[in-house]
């Protein structure tokens, strides 16, 4: 059987493979890709409109990226770090509208203001001490905070509506925050990619085999599994954006580089509400805290979806323990990921995470009676009958080996690289989808150092991000000049 030559091979598809397919596309036109996603479409499992919260997260509403010390002050580094990085992506989809290569940008992309909700004088003090540091900073200066009945009743209504008077609550609010469809940001760039030279989109198309070759080359199969025949690939470098499936991949690769990390598996699920009289009443992204002891994918928050074009209100998510590390993945999975390297970090974190783990299996035998009664901390009038429930998708959490040789319970997203540069995989959840420009600039960086010094790269990358190369955490300046342009081009204005 005849080898296909590649240049690249993208291994699942979804938001982030579709962002670098996408990002080199322009980069070099000349580069040969193949797409290669084991589903029948692409865009259907962690990137999927319902297998996520939508949220373009930027730090302006969730707590748990500004976490409080022991001393009671509020850090922020984190918050801006994730700010700066959603603004790669806005500048990248900016510049995809303006090129004609994503069409109507509230096909993906809606403004919903983001806010956050605190009941309780503990937390309204730590809301408005977040609130100072962040205001104080170029990023954030926009926000807004209150504790005004009247305020609140404007920015939500819902919340707030037939709420006990006696209970002090307070907000925060920045109004050019978004709700994305990242499902149908990812199929709009995979349409636009397959309308170009050299690229081809392998669908129900599982990888079945992944080893290097003395020539440093890779090799990748992959199953038809419609016809049951076996294609051979081979490329020069290879990108494992698989979501929950990225880990076993990367073990399969063997490259010294992956050697220790681990998984933890956790799924989700939404309340769900389509009833047009309740949606229209809410038009906002509103983040509470999260319980004590739970993940931080479960922040509870009420949110303005706006899927495939069509409203919906989404509470949750509600976070649960399984074995599964895609949504259409195998109770074994877990099992399966189990090596020598990793195997003393993995019980070590099961060891020191037995109460997340209790959690987690608490929230799984919740009734929906319980389920809509956290609800009503952020929705007093709540009815059972007018929500559904309906299942998130998967996420895995990253273990890493530790200093001393036990396991580390990692939150965040992880670029994991060979040190030849071709091999690269994105690990991990939160902020996931939201920072896939910078996560994939990032690969690139990391990947392909030798065409990244020329002078036609580096034009290329600062015409897709003019912010490629500075700051925008320090440089108040850029920023302006930055996010003038991307609220413009994304329709992204209070008054659009």
Known sequence: MAVRQADVVLVGGGVMSATLGLMLRQLDPSLDIVMVERLDHVAHESTDGWNNAGTGHAGYCELNYTPETEDGDVTIDRALTINASFEVSLQLWSYLVEQGMLSDPRSFINRTPHQSFVWGEKDIAFLKRRYEKLKAHHLFREMEYTESPRVLEEWMPLVVKNRDPMQPVAATRIGHGADVDFGSLTRSMVQYLQTTPNFELMLSSPVTYLAKRDNGRWKVRVKDQKTGVTRKLEAGFVFLGAGGGALPMLQKSDIDEAKGYGGFPVSGQWLVCQKPEI????????????????????????????????????FGPFAGFTTRFLKQGSVFDLFGSVRPTNLRPMLSVSKSNMDLTRYLIGEVFQSHSDRVASLRNYFPDAREEDWKLQDAGQRVQIIKKSKDGGGKLEFGTEIVAAKDGTLAALLGASPGASTAAHAMLDVIERCFPEKLKTDEWQQRLREMVPSYGQSLVEDEALLRRVRERTLSTLRLREDA
Do not use: C, E, F
Not at 292 to 309: E, F, K
């Open 279 to 314: 949606v229209k009443q809410h038009r906002a992204k509103v983040y509470g805290k999260a319980p004590i002891g739970s993940p931080p994918m479960s922040v509870p928050h009420l949110d303005t979806r706006i899927i495939n074009g069509k409203p919906a209100l989404l």
